[in-house]
């Protein structure tokens, strides 16, 4: 599933190539993805110039005047920017065709990504209730400690409630808990302001690092032939379960936690 560094990195690549140019048609293959596309997609979108391609937790938003066409890549889902004349092939789903004569194309083998509208100066209700951006300055230690106070759920489903912060997802966050030395079971109310503050800390560098590398994920560091990425070298205990811990030694451990996997190092966590 594209995490936040990939979609980061989408958004990095479409831009300089969808930005500032006109919408001439929008091409809709089949009326649903995950939810129907409404029907402004098609009736707004064509004419306008695009104002600005942004990044709202895992959505990305391609803005024009009359309102913001609203993305989601959900579980395999991929943007491309690609010459008009490219035949269309399984799950091309959407085309928005360029002034450039280039196409915005939408592909997405298992449609759980999405294709809305959000009108000029509203907010999608999907948008509605998210948490701050992990690399905004909304975001620090001192904001998850006072977030975090009474809360007996496990640290580790605090930091991945999109309500307390956007884009954090399972291996980010088990990567940077490790990093804090925090057990990922350990009450979120029970972390002190020292340890959030180490702890945003961390979700900070692994994302930005993680950006820096154009997003990783399961499926990019698996790669066709089989052979890891370098970012697996990097990973200190996601899928590492059963391992020797890299600082300390000790079997990493793993178990269930809101529902995911969670592996950590009961030497290096607490
Ligand atoms: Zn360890």
Partial sequence: MPELPEVETTRRGLAPHVEGRRITGVALRRPDLRWPIPPEVARELPGQRVLGVRRRAKYLLLDTAPGSALLHLGMSGMLRVLPAKTPVAAHDHVDLALDSGRVLRFTDPRRFGCLLWQPAGETHELLAHLGPEPLSDAFDGDYLFALSRGRKAPV????????????????????????AGIAPGRAAGSVSRERYRRLAAAVKAILAHAITRGGTTLRDFLSPDGAPGYFEQELFVYGREGEACKVCGRTIRDGRMGNRATAWCPGCQR
Wanted: glycine residues 8%; neutral net charge; proline residues 0%.
């Fill in 156 to 179: 580790k489903t605090f930091l991945m409630d999109q309500a307390v912060v956007v884009g954090v997802g399972n291996i980010y966050a088990a990567e940077s808990l490790f990093r």
